[in-house]
């Protein structure tokens, strides 16, 4: 009698599904949006006093209210989309890499250095000024962000140490390091940078953001083709899903690990490179601002497919500029469109859950006791 | 043996709380004890901020746009919201002629919250952060039809740009009627033999060491040697406009080094704390602390932004030029106090401020006036020195008096 009660009987059970088709899986997602709104509704109604439709009236215009504001989107989600980039191999590969903020803020630290001490150093050059500068800042961006990216990925390689807490630990040793640069360089009031458009990328026509943002764009490609059907992106993802087959089948683990992180780097270089060179024109410890982070979770949503990143990038993106337009046309506590944007968040999450797992109820648990 | 260890625990618990209660009725008794018979509390301010008045109609189409560094959390910030939310009010301007931006950090952003706001349709667009100023100036050259209004800026008089425009108020003024204040208190210490005439030494917790924090001590401390011709000072910088923790330690520092009186020019509660726990009085900056620190507040100065962003707005919709550089003094209403803790400040401290105030007005008393304070031993000298006296803020909007007066010690340099 004794012995049988210690077998431990629970109430219900998580059982993975079989793939559900694509169509019944695209309305159980827009069925988990349509539900987030309305909860989201009853909140705002409830806090704020405002109608529901109004502030999702203001949430969408935020984002396509205007020609300004639809290119504000797509720099802001390109930017996403490519520090996004710079964390997917290594996720593929379970590398937990949380030090996307640093890699890339260090590498926009080597491009601005370049500006900042090149700069007019080749004024001489003339017209042909872009043609040394702007590969020099790459490379240098590229060299900083790989350098971040790889001494994690060394001691993970050689001594099996913590990738995350040290990519972690890294991404504040960039932080600062870019704190000291400014208090040592600039002497005005509250240390910001004056921006040096004039040493940055060029533009195209009168569109200052659009070379960048179709850089993101064939990056987003090429990311995509390595991971999915190159054989360095296979061995990515057979060390990812197992370190003793990767071993058996002949995987140089170690290699994959550094190549890998040194790929993220580089793509963490370019990310650092279009946001200092061709839109800030300077650097704080802000710059970045978070993006490092939120890109965990877009490449987590996207389940590491650079392709559907660009719609997880959009809807973080679309949530944020909505909750900014909120804040501004209710005069509300900007805290409020933060509270929508987890709710939403929440319920895509949710979903996402239960399209993969289903529960499984004990249906002979009461006989049993 | 579980059993008893459950008790056992139990009773412990118990314990605990009967000695929590017990300990808490001993601190009511002795706070009683302590409770002074009388608190006279605030008075009214001798240098209130004065109504704004509508005296001008706002033009079809007007819209006026606001950017913030963060929201009404930070005491900076809050000093300028309410500045807007005031002249809102009084103007009745409708939630169609103004947009408020919050939390616009110091880089690429500013810049395009301000083509956003442009694109909204605002005639006129204010942004309140120093780091602010070179994506408005980026926005004022891309967009010339469109007004751009700076605060705590210095380059409008050097870009030339038409449309772009600096301000600052001559908070100078506020600091030396609150000094005035810090001055008297003294005075009763050293008449009360608490202290000798020597022993009166201040404390200053400063942010970074230049001109505006610099002009800043300076004329407290011009202020307090007005009433109080021995007092000397310290200053110890942070290398931080927020930083509670920084703030507190400096504070403590000072007090550690007998400063018998401390004010501070950095936004956190960390030296006003520190002063309340060590029972020191405190000037305050930016708003009163007298909620926090009710028994060493003794009064607090900060700059009123209403006359300016009514100015502007004037200005737009009167189709007249806005000042490129724009200082607004006591006259305007942009400098003014709180009220004074009676419980804290020398009697007769009131009386004092309200004659400075009127001889400030008058154009009688001048703050830096050069025979009033020596700079290594001489008479400063200065090209901004005209009349007897440095003119400042006069040219450009922001401060530029930063000269090392003899009295005053830097303990320690930190620039930004």
Redesign the interface.
Known sequence: MAREKKVHNPLFHVVKREPLPFLPALGIRAAAVVAALIVSALVITVLSQQNPLEVYKSMFEGSFG?S??IW?LALNLAMLLCVSLVVTPAFKMKFWNIGAEGQVLISGLATVACMFFLGDQFAFLGDKKPYVLIPIMLGASILAGILWAVLPAIAKALWNTNETLFTLMMNYIAIQLVAYFL?KY???????L??M?QHGLPVIGDMDYLLSILIVLALTVIVYVYLKHSKQGYEISVVGESVNTAKYIGINVKKVIIRTLAISGAIAGVAGFLLVGG????I?T??V?GRGFTAIMVSWLAKFNPLTMIITSFLIVFMERGA?QI??DF?V??SISDILTGIILFFIIGCEFFLQYKIVFNKNRKEEV | MKKFAKVLALCLALVMVIGCFAACGKDKDTGKKDEKPEILGMSDSPLDAPEVKKDFEIKEGFKIGFICLH?ENSTYDKNFLDGANAVIEALGLTKDQY?????I????ECY?AA??LV??GCTIIFAN???H???MI?AAKEFTDVEFCHA?GCKAATENLPNYHNAFASIYEGRYLAGIAAGMKLNEMIEAGDITAEEAKMGYVGA?T?A?VISGYTSFYLGAKSVCPSVTMDVQFTGS?YDPTLEKNAAEALIAKDCVLISQHADSMGAPGACEAAGIPNVSYNGSTYEACPSTFIVSSRINWAPYFNYIIKCVNTDEAIATDWCGGIAEGSVVLTGINQDVAAEGTVDAIAKAVAELKAGTLKVFNTANFTVDGKVLEDDLVVDGYYNESGIVSAPSFSFNVDGITRLNEN??
């Open positions: 205007s300004v504001r504000n208090k600039v002497k005005s009031g509250s240390g910001v004056e921006p458009p839109i800030n024109h300077t704080s802000t710059t601002g900014e804040s501004s005069n506590d900007p | 929201d947009i408020i931006k919050k939390n950090p110091e880089g690429n395009e083509k956003d694109d909204q952060s120093f780091g100023e070179d994506f980026k705590t970074f230049y505006e406009w620039f930004g």
